[in-house]
């Protein structure tokens, strides 16, 4: 079994794949501070639950935007699992060719999920992933990374609402019934969310523009089905894209 490790400024997203097939995923927190021992611990509760144990897990692959965390999940995959990690970056086979002016600049996580993007549906995609910032990639119709936007993420600008601003508190992140909110709960809802789907239809809009109208435009990220709920931007949900990547990611180095 492959264990995938997604380790995002939020969350740490863990996926077990038995072959091509993903039978069990989990998020954690992220947390700098927490040790590999913390870490291993909640890895083997979460096996645990599901049937499993960290013998079980005899592959593994990392992709990271998150640098300090990186050694510490190798080090849980070593010790727990007794495996060393594919860690997605510099001189990984990947397959697709990245068009960005510095290559290396491009995180890991965003060249996992244009692959497993390009793998399911070709070219070309637009994938908007929308976590704590919510970043959108452009593939080709040649399955090239072409390039990206990134913006503040839903939950990162309510939070900057709230903590910058003395009457306000935190929402939760669901649709109000109607754009004119009626109290101040409603009102931020509906700027906060209904202003985030008319931030992604206008990315996507540009971005078919340069890259053809013809592009399927793919939803990812833990927000992203609170955008797709407010209003018709995506073709395609998919939450388990970067885990798919890894996975792909990982097929192809077996041989390096």
Not at 36 to 60: F, I, R
Not at 126 to 133: E, K, L, N, S, Y
Not at 226 to 235: C, L, T
Request: glycine residues 12%; negative net charge.
């Amino acid at each position: 079994m492959l264990l995938a490790i997604d380790i995002g400024n939020t969350n740490v997203k863990l996926g077990v794949y038995d072959a091509a097939v993903l039978r069990h995923s989990w998020r954690l927190k992220s947390d700098a501070q927490k040790m590999p021992d913390e870490y291993g611990v909640l890895l083997a509760s979460l096996l645990n639950m599901a049937g499993l144990a960290t013998k079980d897990m005899q592959q593994a692959a990392i992709c990271s935007s998150v640098p300090p965390l990186v050694g510490t999940f190798i080090e849980v995959c070593q010790r727990f699992c007794g495996i060393t990690p594919l860690v997605v970056g510099a001189g990984v086979k990947t397959g697709m060719k990245v068009l960005y002016e510095d290559p290396r600049a491009v995180g890991a996580d965003r060249i996992a999920g244009a692959v497993a993007g390009h793998h399911k549906y070709g070219g070309p995609i637009i994938i908007a992933d929308c976590g704590t910032a919510s970043v959108f990639d452009a593939i080709t119709r040649d399955g090239e990374y072409l390039g990206g936007a990134i913006a503040p993420g839903m939950q990162l600008s309510a939070d900057a609402l709230v903590s910058r601003t003395a009457m306000l508190r935190r929402i939760e992140m669901v649709s109000p019934k109607g754009a004119i909110g009626r109290n101040t709960v409603h009102a931020m809802q509906s700027g906060i969310i209904f202003g985030y789907v008319g931030l992604v239809k206008e990315l996507v809009a540009r971005f078919k523009s340069e890259l053809g109208d013809d592009a399927r435009v793919i939803g990812t990220g833990g927000l992203a089905s609170v955008i797709a709920r407010a209003g018709e931007v995506f073709d395609v949900l998919e939450p388990d894209l970067t885990l798919e990547g890894l996975r792909l990611i990982h097929e192809m180095n077996q041989d390096s």
